[in-house]
């Protein structure tokens, strides 16, 4: 009996981490969405009154507020497009690296494993903050630039889009390389060698055997690097100028510097419903294709 | 018949410090059927790969038609190989498996054509729109066969072909695949470790132990006269007894008995080999013992085979084995256990092994 409950606790507890640490935070955010926000702390009225009787307050203000002004659409409209170019990058250099992994002899396999991972081990922000001296104007590239005479004057090399693109793609690259080697990893190599028996080229190769077959790893990782890139704060912050507006700061500011909790909970909360909605349904959809396709 | 389609000139190869072929030359005509046959470590994959151009060899030449072909890409060589996995594409039905090779250089209808032809050749027809999960081992093994077939090929290698097979299928496969062979006169090469299965497909073929080869030449041949210890002992049964020079006559010390031999022997000593199915076994009553080619011993252990019986007899130090015919359906005809047999051979049949 005992023994039963602990079993029964045992596959629930990840619905309870759930429930704690998701669903809860979300109901928490949208409640405050739909708040009529005012002076005070916190910046928001309680959604339920029981001065004169029970009365509901609520709100859906904050989103027509959001979603009339470009100004948060547009934000969030080039944190989507940051995040395709980034998975873009990341898929066009991780796979070839993931791929090399799986195909290398165990010894070597396990080195650039550990190398793949080894960026972990030190601090994300310092991670960022090194790519920061490397670029600025008086940084490492600019003065190697100068001394071979391959520019006349120091390159306005961060605090542009570009800056953000390359800091996310360097971090984000193993969360693609990870789940692509799990993948690849127990491809079959006989196929390959069965494809090029067959008659067809490296190239050709590639296309009709070693890329239809990875597709469930390239999804599993561009998921992993789309998703959290589209809330990115930090990197845009750091290596980003304001040449480009992100979701990720907008949100901090609406919630920080304007202190318009309901906005900023609105922009928060409709933010993961545009993004979660679609991937859900993709998933599904996949998950039918693949089922089909016994891949 | 062309006895040099393909040349196989003096391969090598090795991993690290593994030597894996050494000096390999083989020549093997059009139209044949060829097996190599070796233990696992042998080297028979290895050659197998290099003929197909996964592998490169350190050195030596891969002639095939007149052509090297030792550096080209697998995509190049106008051969094709059969996996011992099969390698399908799960992620393609049987049709475009077939279809596989010759998408490329062949228009739509006459893609349909040739797939439908060589699924008829192959008894597939009513599998082409399945998927690979959904096909028996049977089937994946036409499969493959199909997908290679349907390049014709000039050369066809197969890597275990009948491995992966349970055993009532295999038999029943191994016929087809000869049958098959000789309709379409494709020269086959295959790789297999079971004896019996290279015995029963091979027109000819060769015994590899530690990338060497020790001998190459027609099944009859090999099991019948084995030149050395190693092949007499990897192909069927084998009692192999040491013999020496005494008087002059041969001896031997673990059977106790004299040996008549039709051929001089260059050493004082020397192994013989003595298949068990060339021994004739008689009721002790029936006969005296004679000094030569015969010994009389006890049965040890009997086991009923249905076309046979085989049995272990003991005599002196040595325990021998004998295949006898089971001639009469009286069942009562076969030797009990412990019985005393006399058993006895021709001349012919004892073959010096020379090495």
Avoid at chain 2, 294 to 317: D, H, M, Q, V, W
Avoid at chain 2, 324 to 335: A, E, K, R
Wanted: contains cysteine; hydrophobic residues 45%.
């Amino acid at each position: 009996m005992k023994n039963k409950l602990f079993e029964k606790y045992f596959v629930f507890s990840p619905y309870f981490w759930l429930v704690l640490f998701f669903f809860i935070p979300l109901a928490i955010i949208f409640k405050i969405s739909i708040s009529v926000s005012e002076w005070g702390m916190p910046p928001y009225q309680d959604i339920f009154l029981f001065d004169n009787g029970f009365k509901i307050n609520t709100t859906f203000e904050n989103y027509v507020y959001i979603f009339s002004d470009y100004y948060y659409i547009g934000s969030f409209v080039n944190s989507l497009i940051l995040a395709l170019i980034s998975t873009f990058f990341c898929l066009l250099i991780g796979f070839p690296l993931a791929f090399y992994i799986a195909t290398s002899n165990i010894r070597l396999r396990n080195i650039l494993l550990v190398l793949v991972v080894i960026p972990f081990w030190s601090s994300f922000l310092l991670r960022v903050y090194a790519w920061k001296i490397i670029l600025q104007n008086n940084g490492i590239l600019n003065v190697i630039l100068l001394n071979l005479g391959i520019t006349s004057e120091p390159l306005q090399l961060l605090y542009n889009q570009y800056a953000v693109i390359m800091g996310i793609v360097y971090t984000y690259l193993p969360l693609m390389i990870l789940p692509l080697y799990g993948y690849l990893n127990k491809f079959d190599l006989n196929l390959i060698e069965a494809s090029k028996d067959l008659g067809l080229n490296r190239i050709k190769t590639f296309f009709k055997v070693i890329l239809p077959l990875s597709v469930p790893g390239i999804v599993a990782g561009s998921l992993l690097v789309f998703i959290p890139v589209v809330g990115e704060f930090i990197i845009p912050e750091m290596l980003g100028g304001s040449d480009r507006l992100y979701y990720g700061k907008i949100l901090w500011e609406e919630f920080f510097v304007n202190r318009n909790w309901p906005g900023a909970s609105a922009l928060a909360f409709s933010g993961i419903i545009i993004l979660v909605l679609p991937i859900v349904i993709f998933q599904i959809l996949y998950s039918r294709w693949s089922q089909k396709n016994e891949i | 018949m062309d006895n040099n389609f393909l040349v196989i000139e003096n391969i090598s190869k090795s991993f690290g410090d593994n030597k894996v072929l050494e000096n390999i030359n083989l020549n093997i005509s059009k139209s044949e059927f060829f097996g190599l046959l070796g233990s696992s470590g042998s080297g028979k994959t290895t050659l197998l790969r290099i003929l197909g151009g996964f592998e490169k060899p350190d050195t030596g030449r891969v002639i095939l038609d007149g052509t090297d072909i030792t550096n080209l890409e697998p995509f190049e060589r106008p051969l094709n190989y059969m996996f011992q996995s099969y390698a399908l594409f799960p992620h393609l039905n049987v049709f475009n498996n077939l279809a596989f090779g010759i998408k490329e250089n062949f228009t739509q209808k006459e893609i349909e054509i040739n797939v439908r032809n060589i699924a008829e050749l192959l008894s597939i027809e009513h599998l082409l729109n399945r998927r690979i999960k959904q096909l028996s081992g049977g089937e994946q093994q036409r499969v493959a066969l199909g997908r290679c077939l349907i390049k014709k090929p000039k050369l066809l290698l197969l890597d275990e072909p009948l491995a992966a097979l349970d055993k009532k299928l295999r038999s029943k496969t191994q016929l087809e695949l000869t049958t098959l062979q000789k309709k379409l006169k494709i020269t086959f090469v295959f790789v297999t470790h079971d004896q019996e299965e290279a015995m029963s497909l091979s027109d000819r073929m060769a015994i590899m132990k530690n990338g060497l080869i020790l001998e190459c030449s027609s099944p009859e041949e090999i099991y019948e006269n084995p030149k050395s210890l190693y092949t007499a002992n990897f192909i069927g049964i084998a009692n192999i007894i040491e013999i020496y020079k005494k008087d002059e006559n041969f001896y031997s010390d673990d059977l106790g008995i004299n040996f008549k031999l039709n051929k001089e022997l260059k050493n004082t000593k020397t192994n013989i080999l003595l298949r068990p199915e060339k021994i004739k076994i008689q009721s002790i009553n029936n006969l005296k013992t004679s000094s030569f080619n015969s010994f009389s011993g006890e049965i040890l252990e009997k086991s009923y085979l249905g076309s046979f019986t085989r049995y272990e007899i003991k005599i002196k130090n040595m325990i021998i084995s004998v295949l006898d015919q089971n001639f009469n359906s009286n069942s009562n005809y076969n030797f009990p256990k412990g019985e005393k047999v006399i058993c006895s051979w021709e001349s012919e049949s004892i073959k010096v092994l020379e090495d």
